[in-house]
């Protein structure tokens, strides 16, 4: 369902950064698997072209069957809202809003109404943990707690494909744990889900493992088994 | 160097959240600690505290011998800039500066000139990978890169007292092992140094551990051994 053919991203500058050199992966609906690599090797950047937050400098990507790089941006925002739940490595929360009312953005593009929105990010945010902090702008909580937000608002419109960015870097283990548990149940019903992490032992969890160093796959447990 | 009574701290709210819920902890010069707990336990506050970035509701807090509690803001701040290096969790780096400047700006209260601060800011990058980076801006720069530039301003000058927020939460282990080598280091040329960490191996390798829960301390290994 994602598949990504010699794909390059180099930004400008002096001298120029290939943060990207060349990537060749391919994902199949359901699947489950990690990204792990060392500090700037490219997860992230590979995730946002993933994503369609993102275009390459060359090669092609394709989400479910489509040739994303054909798309207009309209009808390619429109396919990434209905399909894709992204959890940034930054959060990216707005800080005038709740944790409440920052997790029910992630149903406006479902055309869902606005009290029903609310109902469901309650109960997300509950499904993390944060069922006591619904109210809480992001300024008025934890590192750990902006970071379950950041989860919730990714997960509330059940999304087919979730790419999750270090969603437990701020997080102690056993709260980590939970939202490990969260992701294999959304799995088990049938959602696509990468998730770049620096824990071995979530990455040793999970089904497939897919290793980046200096904007390259190196290793991919799940590669070629078709 | 570091000795905190009874603190306190309570936002308002519906209802009210006792973040800290009566700490009281002793931290003898050269000291290197680790402060663990779940996600929301009040360990950021706590540090936040320490480092005297914010006020107890109630409580002493006393910081070199003075009674914090006691002094002006502007003599609060003085003390603060010439002895205290602090590593957010969320890492507040300036958006329109190089890696390089943001890093100087660790020096600006040492009355250091501008090509000096430059030299050693340099310097401090090297030491934490981050040579090849100088001149990017944090937009430019991957998440464990802008973590690192962070640890960087805040050791540049060399601090007395270092309090690190979860500084590995965004690193591979190999890097974040440099890290804490680093930490070390600076330890043993006698600086006191706090890390907030949910990185179990981490906190296992430094002397003292102190564990916090609902805003209380709940075990210390350090406590009582004087
Ligand atoms: N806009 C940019 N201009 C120049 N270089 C960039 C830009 N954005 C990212 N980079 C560089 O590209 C490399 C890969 O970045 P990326 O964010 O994908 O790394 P990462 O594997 O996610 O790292 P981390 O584990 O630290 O989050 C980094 O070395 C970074 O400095
Ligand atoms: N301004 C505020 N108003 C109300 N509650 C707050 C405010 N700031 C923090 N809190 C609450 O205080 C508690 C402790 O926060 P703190 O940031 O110290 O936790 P932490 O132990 O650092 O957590 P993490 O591991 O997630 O970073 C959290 O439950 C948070 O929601
Ligand atoms: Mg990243
Ligand atoms: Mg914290």
């Known amino acids: 369902v994602l598949e990504l053919r010699d794909v390059v991203k180099r930004y400008p500058g002096e001298p120029p950064v290939e943060a990207l050199a060349g990537v060749t992966l391919t994902v199949r609906a359901g699947e489950l698997l990690a990204i792990v690599g060392p500090s700037g090797s490219g997860k992230s950047t590979l995730l946002h072209i993933v994503g369609t937050l993102d275009r390459p400098t060359s090669g092609t990507v394709q989400i479910a069957g489509e040739d994303v790089g054909r798309l207009s941006d309209g009808h390619l925002s429109a396919l990434r809202a209905r399909r894709i739940g992204f959890v940034f490595q930054q959060f990216f929360l707005l800080d005038g809003m709740s944790a409440l009312d920052n997790v029910a953005t992630g149903l406006l593009y479902?055309?869902?109404?606005?009290?029903?929105?609310?109902?469901?990010?309650?109960?997300?945010?509950?499904?993390?943990?944060?069922?006591?902090?619904?109210?809480?702008?992001?300024?008025?909580?934890?590192?750990?707690?902006?970071?379950?937000?950041?989860?919730?608002?990714?997960?509330?419109?059940?999304?087919?494909?979730?790419?999750?960015?270090?969603?437990?870097?701020?997080?102690?283990?056993?709260?980590?744990?939970?939202?490990?548990a969260l992701l294999g149940e959304l799995n088990a019903e049938g959602a696509t889900i990468a998730v770049i992490t620096h824990d071995h032992g979530i990455a040793a969890s999970l089904p497939r493992q897919v290793e980046m160093r200096d904007g390259r796959i190196v290793r991919d447990t799940g590669a070629g088994a078709l």
């Open 110 to 180: 479902a055309g869902v109404p606005g009290r029903e929105r609310r109902r469901q990010a309650g109960a997300a945010l509950e499904r993390v943990g944060l069922g006591h902090r619904l109210g809480h702008r992001p300024a008025q909580l934890s590192g750990g707690e902006r970071q379950r937000v950041a989860i919730a608002r990714a997960l509330v419109g059940r999304p087919a494909i979730v790419l999750a960015d270090e969603p437990t870097g701020n997080l102690d283990t056993a709260t980590g744990g939970g939202i490990v």
